[in-house]
């Protein structure tokens, strides 16, 4: 009896170990197995916050919000429930705003109505599913965040620098301390932020003028960002890494010389190879590009129309990317996905001038 109390009592420290390691009690994510995608979007025609769900055999769309004019800059994150949340501009009120799905109804919340705020949102949810999200003080030009306690929406600024703040990217790090991706814009340089528990510590990741538009990042499984973003002097997708003891590594991405780089959507997989999908506006193409281990390996979707606008990305549970995008062409909602053997593309949704401003995530 004494050595099995032991035995549970060492079970019972290791797991809290685990925790305290983490930081995190349980996962705002559900189930990594059979995950099916779901994208938030922009609805121009009736100037309306959309979201469609893949059920495995049909994609299900509703309306979020459709008071006034909203919808633009959405990101979408699922709760450990698998109940989406989406964080979006409201174009009337220069409003940030929040939607949650309780499992009945949708709730909308308005976050920060002070002056002209909300553009280049990015959402992620905390252990307990609490939000955090990052975006745009236009006013005054400005980086801003907001976190709900549970009680209470807490708005904070982070960077008050001169002209800073636009294409924000958020990532929670494993004990939910907050990292943003951001662009200074006097000049045209790669910000990052990161909250280090007492204050938030600015680097300044590349400072080659004109870059920092279309930020996205993401953290690996050390901690380590990486940053996808635009060089838009050069005309280049550029790649930042940070290494322990050298600082930040910077990439030009190329294939056949300058192909653009808007809208860009950055995911790791399970070994931390970064996947990136993003629109070749000098030829007008959605393309893709992944490390593979050693080399970068790019992808072209000459599809014969405008298309690639907008793209968001995510990996399958077997890593596997998904990517929403808008096609201008005939101003319609695409989905693009890599099967394991092909590339396959549809339309989501075509009921107006739908598609902008996408967020993809997988449930």
């Known amino acids: 009896m004494i050595k099995r109390l032991f035995v549970f009592l060492i079970l019972g420290l290791f797991v809290l170990l685990i925790i305290f390691i983490s930081g995190c009690v349980g996962s705002p994510v559900a189930s990594t197995t059979n995950l099916l995608p779901c994208i938030s979007y922009f609805d121009e025609t009736n100037t309306a916050l959309k979201y469609a769900e893949w059920t495995g055999t049909t994609w299900e769309i509703e309306t979020v919000d459709d008071t006034g004019n ?9 709760n450990s429930s698998g109940n989406p949340r989406i964080s979006y501009y409201d174009i009337s009120n220069g409003a940030l705003k929040y939607a949650k799905w ?13 002056a002209e705020v909300g553009q280049y949102s990015s959402l992620a949810l905390d252990c307990s599913g609490n939000p955090r999200i990052s975006y745009w003080d236009e006013t005054n030009d400005h980086l801003k965040y907001a976190k709900w306690t549970g009680t209470t929406w807490e708005i904070e600024t982070v960077d008050n620098d001169f002209r800073v703040g636009k294409y924000t990217s958020l990532a929670l790090d494993n004990s939910g301390r907050p990292h943003i991706s951001y662009r200074q814009y006097f000049q045209g340089y790669l910000y990052y932020a990161s909250w280090e528990g007492i204050s938030w510590v600015i680097q300044v990741v590349d400072n080659t003028l004109g870059v920092g538009e279309y930020t996205s990042l993401a953290l690996d499984s050390n901690g380590r960002p990486h940053i996808a973003y635009l060089d838009g002097y050069a005309i280049h997708l550029k790649y930042a890494t940070w290494e322990a003891g050298t600082g930040w590594m910077v990439q030009t991405l190329e294939a056949n010389g300058p192909q653009g780089g808007t809208d860009i959507s950055l995911a790791l997989d399970s070994n931390g190879n970064p996947h990136i999908s993003y629109y070749d506006f000098t030829h007008f193409f959605l393309r893709y590009t992944e490390w593979t281990g050693t080399t970068w390996y790019f992808v072209t979707f000459e599809a014969g129309v405008t298309e690639g606008q907008y793209t968001s990305l995510a990996l399958s549970s077997a890593g596997y990317p998904n990517i929403s995008h808008y096609e201008d062409t005939n101003k319609n909602l695409k989905f693009t996905k890599w099967t394991g053997t092909t590339w396959e593309t549809e339309t989501v949704d075509s009921i107006g001038d739908v598609g902008m401003y996408t967020s993809i995530k997988m449930k």
């Open 102 to 114: 309780t499992g009945t109804t949708w709730e909308i919340t308005t976050v920060d109505d002070a």
């Open 70 to 78: 909203v919808g633009w800059h959405t990101s979408l994150a699922f």
